[in-house]
């Protein structure tokens, strides 16, 4: 990826960050429900796990001399459902930030980041399909295993 689009995209989740914060006090919140925040802890930590676990795998293709800077089809953890798991587990932690702040408002910021990332996810899936052919799997899903 071009260093100038991950210094956006970098931007982009440190704006949402500030913004998840900035709400913390005042505005539209839900009913304070204290199982619904510890959940949503062991919500996020499955989220993080997940997310550098996938990314873990994907680090590993491009460190492996066997395979030399080629592309191959990822495999492992739920590679095998979908193509970006890593998109999956990352909307699973932001759906526990939302939970957390039992705001509005970062409700909208997971919707957001769901709407941002689903899209990735789709293109990434195109873009596997036509790059990898036959060795890409026409029945796996963009993001969510057995759903999209």
């Not at 914060?21 to 429900?33: L, N, W």
């Not at 939302?98 to 970062?106: C, E, G, K, P, Y």
Request: hydrophobic letters at 45%.
């Amino acid at each position: 990826m071009p260093l100038h689009i991950s210094m956006f995209i970098g931007t982009y989740y440190a704006c949402i960050a500030a913004l998840c914060c900035s709400v913390s006090e005042g505005g539209i919140r839900f009913a304070a429900d204290t199982t619904l925040q510890q959940a949503a802890i062991v919500l996020f930590l499955i989220g993080n796990i997940g997310n550098f676990y996938h990314h873990k795998l994907l680090a590993d293709l491009r460190s492996d001399p066997s395979t030399g800077k080629k592309y191959v089809v990822p495999s492992g953890g739920l590679f095998c459902c979908v193509a970006a798991p890593h998109y999956f587990f990352e909307l699973m932690s932001w759906l526990a930030i939302a939970f957390a702040a039992n705001h509005v408002n970062v409700f909208l910021v997971f919707t957001s980041m769901t709407s941002y990332l689903s899209g990735r996810a789709v293109a990434q899936n195109k873009w596997n399909k036509e790059k990898f052919k036959e060795e890409w799997p026409g029945s796996r899903k963009n993001m969510v295993p057995g759903i999209f």
